[in-house]
């Protein structure tokens, strides 16, 4: 099964950038979707955004668009999401997941179509 691993997390001030990566153990056809979560302490899981592993069409939550960009490097085995302009509010642990299904547009944001998931990496934004 692919692992997934994420890195780049950590604290930064409201205004600050960060570059979380998601390296997978491989990144083969059966690998449709990637997807990136996140959840804050006391809240749920949420919906940051994904990526379509075959023509990279990206798709974001209302809350992170325009502020987040998702890529990926199928030949690295990285999915990446460039954070800018980061306010307190998208301070969670962050994860990324896969998937393989072939999803029309409205599952991208469903958590239960991802799987596996990584352990997350912690991004923390305040002054």
């Known amino acids: 099964q692919v692992q997934l691993v994420e890195s780049g997390g950590g604290s930064v001030q409201p205004g600050g950038s960060l570059l979380l990566t998601c390296a997978a153990s491989e990144y083969t056809y059966s690998i449709k979707f990637m997807g990136w979560f996140r959840q804050a302490p006391g809240k749920g899981l949420e919906w940051v955004s994904s990526i379509k592993s075959d023509g990279d069409i990206t798709y974001y939550a209302d809350s992170v668009k325009g502020r987040f960009t998702v890529s990926q490097d199928k030949a690295k085995k990285m999915v990446y999401l460039q954070m800018y302009s980061l306010k307190p509010e998208d301070t969670a642990l962050y994860s990324c997941?896969?998937?393989?299904?072939?999803?029309?547009?409205?599952?991208?944001?469903?958590?239960?179509?991802?799987?596996?998931w990584g352990q997350g990496t912690q991004v923390t934004v305040s002054s």
């Open positions: 997941a896969a998937s393989p299904y072939d999803m029309f547009d409205s599952g991208v944001n469903i958590p239960n179509n991802y799987n596996p």
